[in-house]
Protein backbone atom coordinates (compact mmCIF):
# COMPACT_ATOMS: atom_id res chain seq x y z
CA UNK A 1 0.00 0.00 0.00
CA UNK A 2 1.20 3.47 -1.11
CA UNK A 3 1.29 6.41 1.04
CA UNK A 4 -1.40 8.94 0.15
CA UNK A 5 0.13 12.36 -1.67
CA UNK A 6 0.59 14.93 -0.04
CA UNK A 7 -0.33 17.96 -2.08
CA UNK A 8 -1.62 17.66 -5.65
CA UNK A 9 1.81 18.47 -7.19
CA UNK A 10 2.49 14.45 -6.08
CA UNK A 11 -0.83 13.26 -7.63
CA UNK A 12 1.09 12.23 -10.96
CA UNK A 13 -1.91 11.83 -13.01
CA UNK A 14 -2.35 15.82 -12.59
CA UNK A 15 0.58 16.90 -13.44
CA UNK A 16 0.65 14.46 -16.59
CA UNK A 17 -3.13 16.66 -17.25
CA UNK A 18 -1.72 19.76 -17.43
CA UNK A 19 2.00 18.50 -19.96
CA UNK A 20 -0.84 16.59 -21.95
CA UNK A 21 -2.39 20.17 -22.71
CA UNK A 22 1.19 21.68 -23.50
CA UNK A 23 1.30 19.28 -26.01
CA UNK A 24 -2.53 18.77 -27.28
CA UNK A 25 -4.96 21.20 -28.47
CA UNK A 26 -7.91 20.15 -28.16
CA UNK A 27 -7.19 19.24 -24.14
CA UNK A 28 -5.32 22.69 -23.49
CA UNK A 29 -8.55 23.98 -25.13
CA UNK A 30 -11.03 22.23 -23.08
CA UNK A 31 -8.90 22.90 -19.81
CA UNK A 32 -8.12 26.70 -20.73
CA UNK A 33 -12.44 27.11 -21.14
CA UNK A 34 -13.31 25.11 -17.88
CA UNK A 35 -10.31 26.95 -16.01
CA UNK A 36 -11.13 30.25 -17.44
CA UNK A 37 -14.95 29.85 -16.22
CA UNK A 38 -16.19 31.70 -12.55
CA UNK A 39 -15.11 29.46 -9.38
CA UNK A 40 -18.60 28.66 -8.73
CA UNK A 41 -19.59 27.58 -12.69
CA UNK A 42 -16.43 25.93 -13.03
CA UNK A 43 -16.60 23.71 -10.00
CA UNK A 44 -20.17 22.55 -11.23
CA UNK A 45 -18.58 21.40 -14.15
CA UNK A 46 -15.45 19.75 -12.93
CA UNK A 47 -18.12 17.78 -10.56
CA UNK A 48 -20.12 16.76 -13.57
CA UNK A 49 -17.03 15.65 -15.48
CA UNK A 50 -15.75 13.77 -12.35
CA UNK A 51 -19.39 12.27 -12.78
CA UNK A 52 -19.29 11.36 -16.07
CA UNK A 53 -15.98 9.85 -15.34
CA UNK A 54 -17.06 7.65 -12.48
CA UNK A 55 -20.26 6.44 -14.39
CA UNK A 56 -17.84 5.67 -17.37
CA UNK A 57 -15.53 3.72 -15.48
CA UNK A 58 -12.76 5.81 -16.08
CA UNK A 59 -9.64 5.33 -14.13
CA UNK A 60 -9.48 6.40 -10.66
CA UNK A 61 -6.14 7.93 -11.21
CA UNK A 62 -7.63 10.35 -13.85
CA UNK A 63 -10.72 10.83 -11.99
CA UNK A 64 -9.01 12.16 -9.09
CA UNK A 65 -6.79 14.77 -11.13
CA UNK A 66 -9.78 16.09 -12.47
CA UNK A 67 -11.13 16.57 -8.85
CA UNK A 68 -7.81 18.58 -7.74
CA UNK A 69 -9.65 21.09 -10.21
CA UNK A 70 -12.11 21.66 -7.76
CA UNK A 71 -10.00 23.34 -5.17
CA UNK A 72 -9.94 27.34 -6.37
CA UNK A 73 -6.35 27.84 -5.58
CA UNK A 74 -5.41 24.54 -7.38
CA UNK A 75 -7.48 25.53 -10.23
CA UNK A 76 -5.94 28.84 -10.40
CA UNK A 77 -2.11 27.47 -10.35
CA UNK A 78 -3.26 24.98 -13.16
CA UNK A 79 -4.42 27.55 -15.73
CA UNK A 80 -1.21 29.83 -15.21
CA UNK A 81 0.88 26.52 -15.93
CA UNK A 82 -1.10 25.66 -19.03
CA UNK A 83 -1.22 29.59 -19.86
CA UNK A 84 3.03 29.56 -19.56
CA UNK A 85 2.82 26.18 -21.98
CA UNK A 86 1.02 28.57 -24.75
CA UNK A 87 3.27 30.71 -24.88
CA UNK A 88 6.39 28.63 -24.76
CA UNK A 89 7.18 28.38 -21.49
CA UNK A 90 7.78 24.48 -19.81
CA UNK A 91 6.15 23.49 -16.76
Same mark, same amino acid.
Given at each position: ?10 ? !????? *?? $? %???? #????? +? ?9 ? !????? *?? $? %???? #????? +? ?34
Amino acid at each position: MTAAPRNVGEI !ETFIT *ML $R %TACD #DRQVY +ERLERLLSLPD !EKRQA *MV $R %TWVS #DLLIA +EAPQDFTNAVACLLDDQVAEKAYEAIFRCSRGESL
